[in-house]
């Protein structure tokens, strides 16, 4: 069964901070990986998405992947108060191109 | 452009009861999901859609049913309400599939509770 997996928190970092979130995924041939931000109460909303190694950056916010260790990881620069939520992983498997298989979330936790 | 549109926001259900749950969406996407959501879990794709007319199953489709008779409209039907089935439930479109990159579009949610 194809499997994503994060550190459910929740993660506390002080206001100002870098803030890292971290996401495997379990099908090695998954293409695409996308970090969804979900306050509480409320419906997630994309963050980024990456599909190739390496780095990719929005701002302060900065996605990476390995695929050879099967990781995805995001990267929250000058964390603030307003960053404070669950960030979901969702990964797109090899075999399905209209399915995300969803992570849990990892709540963050961005303290003034 | 109000993008993606569920009523209700909550309802609370007896057990054996049914109840539709409907979902619409403005921005003339042809792909459109049901999720739901447990507590302190992950999204669980119920169905999916990629056009009009056309519908197929996700990971948890049982007990559950859909229809798409329009590009905008996706509402999604419970039958026979379990305790199993309490939940928060999130219509998405996009305008492609998941894997083609593109953003899934969320509403805001349906809060629903089966006693």
């Known amino acids: 069964q194809k499997e994503v997996e994060q550190n459910s928190g929740p993660l506390s970092v002080p206001e100002g901070a870098i803030a890292s979130l971290n996401c495997t995924y379990s099908?090695?041939?998954?293409?695409?990986f996308f970090w969804y931000r979900q306050y509480s109460g409320k419906s997630p909303e994309l963050i980024m998405f990456?599909?190739s190694n390496g780095d990719k950056e929005d701002g302060r916010f900065t996605a990476q992947l390995n695929k050879a260790s099967q990781y995805v990881s995001l990267l929250i620069r000058d964390s603030q108060p307003s960053d404070s939520a669950t960030y979901l992983c969702?990964?797109?498997?090899?075999?399905?191109?209209?399915?995300?298989?969803w992570g849990a979330g990892t709540k963050l936790i961005i303290k003034p | 452009n109000a993008g993606v549109t569920q009523t209700p926001k909550f309802r609370i259900l007896k057990i054996g009861q049914s109840m539709t749950l409907q979902c619409t969406q403005d921005?003339?996407?042809?792909?459109m999901y049901w999720y739901r959501q447990d507590p302190g879990m992950g999204l669980k794709l119920i169905y999916y859609?990629?056009?009009?007319?056309?519908?197929d199953k996700g990971e948890v489709p049982n007990g559950y049913n859909v229809s798409r008779s329009t590009t905008e409209d996706f509402p999604l039907r419970l039958e026979l309400a379990a305790p199993s089935q309490t939940s928060v439930y999130f219509c998405?479109?996009?305008?492609?599939?998941?894997?083609?990159?593109?953003?899934?579009?969320f509403g805001p949610g349906t809060r629903l509770t089966v006693t």
């Open positions: 859609s990629v056009g009009a007319g056309i519908t």
């Open positions: 990456i599909y």
């Open positions: 921005m003339n996407h042809n792909y």
């Open positions: 099908d090695r041939g998954s293409q695409s």
């Open positions: 969702a990964v797109n498997p090899m075999d399905s191109n209209y399915q995300l298989i």
């Open positions: 998405a479109s996009s305008y492609t599939l998941a894997g083609g990159q593109d953003e899934q579009y």
